[in-house]
């Protein structure tokens, strides 16, 4: 049998420049220190939260890990401007404070691994380049052609996925 579980909705966290991301936590509603899987994304941690299918949040949760899933810079709840263009510039500074934050807090273990596919997955190779003490792991999936230390450097990507992902990702500046 699994841990009860706590959630901890738009939690939000400083950058070093002053940017306030959030953050949804879902973790074991226990005492004791715990590991904890970070999960950075583009897409809405509330989507995304509802549509994890690899390592849903609230199983990791019962199974004695923190799941942290945060909005990247300028994204839904967070704060900010989104450089579409440039996928390292500050997702690898926000990626490294984002691990040393989750570290530090007190239901956390020191240990924090990242997790996730698609644009989810760049977000761990460009927190990985900033090498934060606290990152033991990452576990990228799902990846594209990527543009971080030019993996995938001359892909090409299908234009039916590359259309539907960009319109994806428009969504939200249409709807505001």
Same mark, same amino acid.
């Given at each position: 049998?699994?841990?009860?579980?706590? !959630?901890?909705?738009?939690?939000?966290?400083?950058?070093?420049?002053?940017?306030?991301?959030?953050?949804? !936590?879902?973790?074991? +509603? !226990? @005492?004791?220190?715990?590991?904890?899987?970070?999960?950075?994304?583009?897409?809405?941690? &509330?989507?995304?939260?509802?549509?994890?299918?690899?390592?849903?949040? $609230?199983? /990791?949760?019962?199974?004695?890990?923190?799941?942290?899933?945060?909005?990247?810079?300028?994204?839904?709840?967070?704060? &900010?401007? $989104?450089?579409?263009?440039?996928?390292?510039?500050?997702?690898? +500074? +926000?990626?490294?404070?984002?691990?040393? $934050?989750? @570290?530090?807090?007190?239901?956390?273990?020191?240990?924090?691994?990242?997790?996730?596919?698609?644009?989810?997955?760049?977000?761990?190779? /460009? @927190?990985?380049?900033?090498?934060?003490?606290? #990152?033991?792991?990452?576990?990228?999936?799902?990846? &594209?052609?990527?543009?971080?230390? %030019?993996? &995938?450097?001359?892909?090409?990507?299908?234009?039916?996925?590359?259309? %539907?992902? !960009?319109?994806?990702?428009?969504?939200?500046?249409? #709807?505001?």
């Amino acid at each position: 049998m699994g841990h009860n579980i706590r !959630i901890d909705y738009d939690v939000e966290m400083k950058t070093r420049d002053g940017v306030t991301l959030r953050a949804d !936590i879902v973790r074991p +509603d !226990i @005492a004791a220190k715990v590991p904890a899987i970070v999960a950075r994304t583009p897409y809405s941690k &509330g989507a995304q939260f509802a549509s994890q299918r690899y390592c849903p949040p $609230w199983t /990791a949760a019962q199974a004695g890990y923190a799941f942290v899933l945060q909005d990247i810079r300028g994204r839904y709840g967070s704060e &900010g401007e $989104w450089d579409f263009k440039d996928l390292t510039a500050a997702n690898v +500074d +926000d990626g490294v404070d984002t691990i040393e $934050w989750v @570290a530090s807090e007190p239901w956390c273990d020191g240990n924090v691994g990242m997790a996730g596919g698609s644009y989810v997955a760049e977000t761990q190779l /460009a @927190a990985a380049m900033g090498n934060p003490p606290h #990152l033991r792991c990452i576990a990228p999936s799902l990846m &594209g052609m990527s543009v971080v230390r %030019g993996i &995938g450097h001359g892909s090409l990507p299908l234009e039916s996925m590359t259309v %539907g992902w !960009i319109a994806g990702l428009a969504i939200d500046r249409v #709807l505001k």
